[in-house]
């Protein structure tokens, strides 16, 4: 495939790193000369120096032949427009549309992008809540991604000993209808689970399901357990 993807900080670092290792054909834009620099002296790929909200821009990176556009800057509004223009100057004629996706910091922006069109949203705030949540609460159904089309979510759950699936096959969960289990790990080996599959204590699971059924859901993997901070105090060290 081929992505394109605007912003070059942190994550869009880590993310042309890990596409070209997968046999991804990638280009970045990126407002920082020295940002351009550092990153087309260590990968192979097309650098274009600018504003990836300028519609002449995106056309010279590829835009219009781009199965995915990724937007990772630091401003929100900037995220929502490269995907806008995208979507709207690069979509007509395509036997295939381009997919897009955006980074969000502010979780208030998450509705408007998903009105707008935005296929997968990568929640900043969300990321670290869920990394939060999981060291305070071992076993608890971590929410990595949004895509908008259905309002999809995915999740993923460490089961626990007491879990509720522990023992069952995944055919006899009754997961919801429009829930899926995706990817399952078992001791560092990734596996595509299936019906007869038998869940167990340790499995990483991922799933995808529909946002409304996401209660539904971690009640089947994690169970009702309610997680109790010891003395309701938070010390630092």
Do not use: W
Not at 13 to 29: K, N, P
Not at 228 to 236: K, Q, S, W, Y
């Amino acid at each position: 495939m081929y992505i394109l993807v605007v912003g070059g900080g942190k994550i869009g670092y880590h993310l042309v790193r890990t596409l070209l290792s997968e046999g991804h054909e990638v280009a970045l834009i990126e407002k920082d000369i020295r940002v351009c620099e550092q990153i087309a002296e260590r990968f192979d790929v097309m650098v274009q120096h600018g504003d990836g909200t300028s519609p002449a821009l995106l056309a010279e990176a590829g835009c219009q032949r781009a199965d995915v556009v990724v937007a990772v800057a630091g401003r929100d509004q900037d995220n929502l427009v490269v995907c806008q223009v995208a979507k709207d100057l690069y979509d007509a004629g395509r036997s295939k549309p381009i997919r897009t996706i955006a980074r969000i910091n502010d979780p208030r922006n998450e509705e408007l992008f998903r009105l707008q069109g935005v296929d997968a949203l990568i929640s900043v705030t969300a990321a670290v809540a869920n990394m939060i949540d999981l060291e305070i609460t071992p076993h608890s159904m971590v929410h990595y991604l949004t895509m908008q089309h259905g309002h999809l979510i995915m999740v993923e759950v460490t089961l626990a000993d007491d879990s509720p699936a522990v023992g069952q096959t995944i055919a006899n969960l009754n997961l919801p209808a429009d829930t899926i289990l995706v990817t399952l790990a078992r001791q560092g080996k990734v596996m595509l689970p299936a019906g007869h599959t038998i869940l167990e204590s340790g499995d990483e699971v991922v799933a995808i399901t529909n946002m409304g059924q996401q209660t539904e859901v971690r009640r089947l993997l994690v169970g009702e357990r309610v997680p109790v901070v010891a003395g309701g105090n938070i010390r630092t060290s």
